[in-house]
């Protein structure tokens, strides 16, 4: 899976793709795990219900349950297992490639995930212009695109307007977890999250001690760049409330 600069996520509210998956089903796993299958439709957020946004509208009669986003999700190893995990928790999956979207999609229907949720759009401007502002309990973004190149640094997702957004998205105490193999963007990240008023640095733990039987990260770009031996960089920061 080569996915480094293969698929800018366009800028812009109109993020919106028209080639949706459709009802068939893509399998790309040979083992077909047990219990109740859903239809992709019971696992994905159609573009539609960006207007007039509402938690509600993704997980309709969720009560109080908590909030988890990922951006980002790829082949979905971390959001499977931790969704599994943690089956009071609302997860949404936001993924821009349309294949790695479907595969995800496909991927927790075929588990039977009744949890999670899929989207397919541009995650910075999700956060920056749709997501309800103290909503989330968790946001984890791992291994976000480096665009290692300078002229590409603009297409980064760690951008302020960005991190002030996600920061907003945020409840009191909720947390957002990133980590990269990447150093040089992990310093501007790790800035950027340090900086913020309205973030605290706190311990990259994702919330599992206090839940046994929880996944690890471990996601797949995790998994492959740990066998090949590369560093790791990790940053968890905390919303505090303001006085
Ligand atoms: C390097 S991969 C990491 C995948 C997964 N998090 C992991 O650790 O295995 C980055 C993923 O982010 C997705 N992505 C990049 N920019 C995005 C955006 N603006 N909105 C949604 N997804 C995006 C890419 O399509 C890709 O699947």
Same mark, same amino acid.
Request: proline share 8%; charged share 25%.
């Given at each position: ?8 996520? *366009? ?16 399998? %790309? ?53 931790? #969704? ?47 997501? *309800? ?49 990447? #150093? ?48 790791? %960089? ?6 505090? *409330?303001?006085?």
């Amino acid at each position: 899976m080569n996915l480094t600069n293969a698929n800018p996520a *366009p800028e812009g509210p109109a993020a919106r793709p028209s080639d949706r998956t459709s009802s068939s089903r893509v399998t %790309h796993e040979s083992a077909r795990p047990p219990g109740a299958q859903l239809e992709l439709s019971d696992v994905t957020v159609e573009p539609a219900l960006l207007d007039g946004f509402g938690w509600e509208r993704v997980f309709p009669g969720r009560g109080d349950r908590p909030i988890e986003l990922e951006i980002g999700t790829g082949k979905a190893r971390f959001l499977l297992h931790r #969704a599994r995990s943690m089956q009071q928790h609302c997860f949404l999956g936001i993924e821009w490639a349309n294949e790695f979207y479907r595969f995800a999609a496909d991927r927790m229907a075929r588990w039977g995930v009744r949890n999670v949720r899929m989207l397919r759009t541009d995650a910075g401007v999700f956060v920056r212009t749709v997501c *309800p502002r103290r909503s989330l309990t968790a946001l984890h973004i791992y291994h976000p695109d480096p665009w290692p190149k300078a002229r590409h640094h603009k297409r980064r997702l760690f951008q302020p307007a960005f991190v002030s957004a996600a920061a907003e998205c945020l409840v009191d105490g909720g947390r957002m977890f990133v980590q990269t193999d990447h #150093a040089e963007y992990f310093t501007i990240i790790a800035g950027l999250l340090r900086n913020h008023p309205d973030l605290a640095a706190v311990p990259f733990e994702p919330d599992l001690a206090e839940r046994p039987g929880a996944a690890a990260i471990g996601t797949n770009f995790e998994e492959k760049y740990i066998r090949e031996g590369r560093s790791i %960089h990790r940053i968890a920061v905390e919303r505090r *409330p303001r006085l």
